[in-house]
């Protein structure tokens, strides 16, 4: 079975550092991308992340990067110069090509303190 | 570019009766997903819809159904409402070309009484 584990249920930064949030799963398959996903407590979950399994190289888009370790099955994300905006649920979520179905860790609940 | 709407933003019913929730993809894409997000079970998938086919179902009771019309906006229907249907249910939807990921609409929070 396809599993996603998020061991932090919640973390909290200061404004302008940097965190990293910790994801590992596990699958069988070759083929598969990850993700994160932001839902601020306005609900709307909002793409964060990609990264493609058979890429080497770590994703980036813009203060938010990947450390994706595929032996390890490890995903974890950083946040370079945090923002109060940045305060949110993260999850993140695994799909294969076979199902097309998302499949999320429970979330950490990221607090940014000004 | 619109995302994806979801209607209404708040449903309320009681056991026993039927809710339909809406959702309509950003446009051009042709995928369709239907997730349950309740307290304490996480998000959950429902459905897939594609061209107009149910392409996966996730492990919910025949009692949650859905349909997808030509624009490919999609409807989910939930019969026989119990309480335990309670629970914030989120659309997404995907294009062919990028099929692997998928953008959510904002959500219909459904409370059963």
């Known amino acids: 079975a396809q599993t996603v584990t998020q061991s932090q249920p919640e973390m909290s930064v200061q404004e302008a550092e940097t965190v990293t949030l910790s994801c590992t799963y596990d699958?069988?398959?070759?083929?598969?991308?990850l993700f994160w996903y932001k839902q601020p407590p306005s609900r709307q979950m909002i793409l964060v992340i990609r990264q493609e399994a058979y890429k080497q190289q770590n994703a980036t888009e813009n203060r938010f990067s990947v450390n994706f370790q595929k032996a390890a099955k490890s995903f974890s994300l950083k946040i370079s110069d945090s923002q109060l905006g940045d305060t949110a649920m993260y999850f993140c979520a695994f799909i294969s090509g076979a199902t097309n179905k998302l499949i999320f860790g429970t979330g950490t609940l990221l607090a940014v303190q000004p | 570019e619109a995302g994806v709407t979801q209607s209404p933003t708040h449903l309320i019913k009681t056991r026993g009766q039927q809710a339909t929730l809406r959702c309509s993809p950003i446009?051009?894409?042709?995928?369709v997903y239907w997730y349950q997000q309740a307290l304490g079970l996480g998000l959950q998938f429902l459905l897939w819809?594609?061209?107009?086919?149910?392409?996966n179902r996730g492990n919910f009771p025949p009692r949650f159904s859905g349909r997808q019309f030509p624009n490919y906006s999609s409807e989910l229907n939930v019969n026989a409402l119990e309480l335990e249907d309670s629970a914030l249910y989120l659309c997404?939807?995907?294009?062919?070309?990028?099929?692997?990921?998928?953008?959510f609409g904002p959500g219909t929070r459904l409370t059963v009484l």
């Open positions: 997404a939807s995907s294009s062919r070309v990028r099929a692997d990921t998928q953008y």
């Open positions: 819809y594609d061209e107009g086919e149910e392409r």
């Open positions: 446009s051009g894409h042709t995928s």
């Open positions: 699958t069988s398959e070759n083929n598969y991308y």
